[in-house]
């Protein structure tokens, strides 16, 4: 590994150590608001990947074979030697830690994100490869009438960590190429004999303690926050794009836990959620 990583890997590791939330400040990504895009192509227009930039990046669609980001990305980016001119890396959440870059033959993973750091490249981040896969929403139905009201068509089930006490930081990634509205998603747990499906603020209710209904991600110059329920803080997940979420000390013990992503959807008369 050259000193340029690991200088960027020490400084990852010190501000997590000092900050109230786990992002390096040379990190930047951005979330914008709303779902107007159209329904995109299988993996989306791509993600512009400037010269000597931090981006926290996920797939926005299944990655074909040969599914490891060289093949994907190598090609996009006019500096293509990885290692050298570009790198990625993936937040360990059992280790609450980055560890090593990823290796050349490391593939994209739906619902998970990454930071890929430009040091001499520069270009676009193109997928290849087909629809995120998704199940029926009702495979988490809820049977709590106090809960939110369950989504329905299919969704992408993220897989969330379950602390095992205290709380934990997750980098979770918007697995579709269009924009979901934050208020949309689902927390799902599962107490050993129900799946209860709620909101963001709903989970994050002090009664309930399963995750903060904020996520987090590094505009450029600062943290910023946004949430469900806020005035004038509504948030989305744009495609290809990762943010942070904090699960609190209250989903221990869970044993099942999932961020369920609604999948949009074509009918008669035009673009709906499968959700709502």
Excluded at 130 to 158: E, I
Excluded at 207 to 217: C, E, H, R, S
């Amino acid at each position: 590994m050259q000193k340029s990583w690991l200088y960027h890997k020490k400084r990852q590791r010190n501000i997590i150590r000092r900050a109230a939330v786990p992002l390096a400040a040379v990190f930047c990504c951005g979330i914008g608001i709303g779902s107007t895009d159209a329904l995109a192509a299988p993996c989306g227009p791509g993600r512009l990947l400037p010269v000597n930039t931090w981006l926290m990046t996920a797939p926005s669609c299944e990655p074909a074979s040969p599914t490891d980001f060289v093949s994907q990305y190598g090609d996009d980016l006019s500096g293509s030697t990885y290692g050298t001119d570009w790198i990625s890396f993936k937040w360990d959440t059992a280790a609450q830690d980055y560890g090593s870059p990823q290796a050349e033959t490391d593939s994209p993973e739906l619902g998970m994100g990454n930071w890929n750091y430009s040091k001499n490249a520069s270009g676009t981040l193109l997928l290849n490869g087909t629809a995120t896969p998704t199940v029926p929403c009702s495979t988490y139905a809820s049977s709590d009438p106090k809960a939110a009201p369950d989504l329905l068509g299919n969704c992408f089930a993220v897989d969330l960590t379950v602390p095992t006490s205290g709380d934990i930081w997750q980098m979770i990634g918007n697995p579709f190429p269009y924009t979901v509205d934050w208020r949309n998603v689902r927390i799902a747990s599962h107490d050993g004999t129900t799946w209860t499906q709620r909101t963001p603020s709903q989970a994050a209710d002090a009664g309930v303690n399963l995750i903060d209904k904020k996520f987090w991600y590094w505009n450029g110059s600062s943290y910023q926050t946004k949430d469900d329920s806020t005035k004038s803080m509504i948030g989305a997940l744009k495609p290809q794009e990762s943010v942070w979420v904090q699960i609190k000390s209250g989903a221990a013990g869970l044993s099942g836990f999932k961020l369920l992503i609604p999948k949009r959807e074509l009918n008669d008369t035009g673009i709906t959620w499968s959700g709502n």
